[in-house]
Every structure is written in C-alpha cells, then in structure tokens.
C-alpha cells in the first residue's frame, strides 16, 4: 500500500481518481484470466504454497469446459508459475513490485 494513500491501496485510490492504470487492454484473452483466478494460480500442500499444477489444469478444463486447447492450458501454467514466483519475490521486503518490471527484467522508469 503507498504511504501516502491513507490506508488505501494503490489500485482502489486510482479508480477513485479514475488515473490510467498502466494495464494492458485484453480483448479476446480476457477469459484466461477469468479461468486464472477460478482454477486458482497457486495450492497450499501443507507444507509450503506451489503453482497450480498440469493435473489440477487438466482437472478444470475437462469438469469447466472453459479452456479447451493445448496452448490455453501451457499459458494457464505458465501464469500459474508466474505468479508463484511474483509472490515468494514479493516476500523480500526489497523486491521490486511486478508493476516495476518489464520483460526481459528491464525496469520501467
């Protein structure tokens, strides 16, 4: 949360203010990243938090019917991943936010 937002996060004090959010627009991916957060990127096994793995993609896909294709579920995994490793990053209180960075670990300015 930024210091000077009083407690709000940076995302709800953009909208508030309706600032442009550095997102990219999704068109027709949109439903990856509906399907992202209805599998769930990561799974607590007791004893620590992993990625989303091929077996629980294949699980989803078959019982939901919403992917279908061999590249949807490798970028399913691959968001999974990624945001496995965003977030054992993150756990460095001096980790650069995912916002900060960009492919190929170029730094936005």
């Known amino acids: 949360m930024p210091k000077d937002c009083g407690g709000e996060s940076w995302l709800k004090r953009a909208q508030r203010l309706k600032e442009p959010l ?5 068109d027709e991916g949109e439903y ?11 799974r607590n096994n007791g004893m620590s938090v ?8 294949k ?9 279908s294709e061999p590249w949807e579920a490798e970028a399913l995994f ?16 001096l980790a650069m936010s995912p916002v900060e960075i960009e ?7």
């Open 22 to 26: 550095g997102l990219p627009e999704l």
């Open 32 to 42: 990856l990243i509906e399907a992202f957060f209805r599998l769930g990127p990561t």
């Open 50 to 57: 992993t990625p989303t793995d091929w077996s629980e993609i």
């Open 59 to 67: 699980s989803f896909a078959d019982l939901t019917g919403r992917i």
């Open 78 to 93: 691959d968001m999974c991943r990624g945001y496995h490793e965003a977030r054992v990053a993150g756990e460095d209180p």
């Open 103 to 109: 492919a190929e670990g170029d730094v936005l300015v």
